[in-house]
């Protein structure tokens, strides 16, 4: 008889994750738009603009509030300003494409943070979020999860907001 396992296992699955296809699927849908400029709102430490520079767009430049992962992006040859989704320092229709990455439940004021990278695309918005499928048992388990964390995170002083598709209109 095999004891269940007390504590996770540090071998990782063979199972692909959906978190790195929906990025993969989101890099796709940027690069048959063909851009040649890209902001990409909340970048991080840059994954998506190193991704998006190695598919051959030619001026990639990302916005992140967080210092230190401005500092991290900077490290890695990027152009990311620190500033906020709300308040973008750009002219109007400056970039091809803006993306929002796993942004859109960290920002302030989603409306206004929508706008703004409205204002300053050409041609596209790409947004990817999360999200939860309230049909499933097992999803509306996470989302309460998620929910929770969420407002952990918020106690603390952290922007962690409901996923947009679930905020009440």
Not at 33 to 59: F, N, S
Request: proline share 4%.
């Amino acid at each position: 008889m095999r004891l269940p396992m007390m504590i996770q296992s540090t071998k990782r699955s063979s199972a692909a994750r959906p978190h790195g296809e929906y990025k993969r699927q989101l890099l796709d849908e940027i690069v048959a738009l063909k851009p040649a400029t890209l902001l990409d709102v909340g970048c991080g430490t840059g994954d998506l603009l190193v991704a998006a520079r190695e598919a051959g767009i030619a001026r990639t430049v990302g916005i992140e509030p967080e210092t230190q992962a401005c500092v991290r992006a900077r490290s890695r040859g990027l152009d990311v300003i620190s500033c906020r989704a709300e308040a973008l320092p750009f002219e109007d229709r400056s970039f091809d494409v803006v993306t929002l990455d796993y942004v859109a439940h960290h920002t302030e004021n989603l409306p206004r943070a929508l706008r703004e990278a409205s204002r300053v695309a050409r041609c596209a918005v790409l947004i990817l979020d999360c999200w939860f499928d309230d049909t499933l048992a097992s999803q509306r388990v996470a989302r309460r999860y998620d929910n929770w964390l969420k407002r952990r995170d918020r106690k603390s002083g952290y922007v962690h907001n409901a996923c947009p598709m679930h905020l009440k209109a």
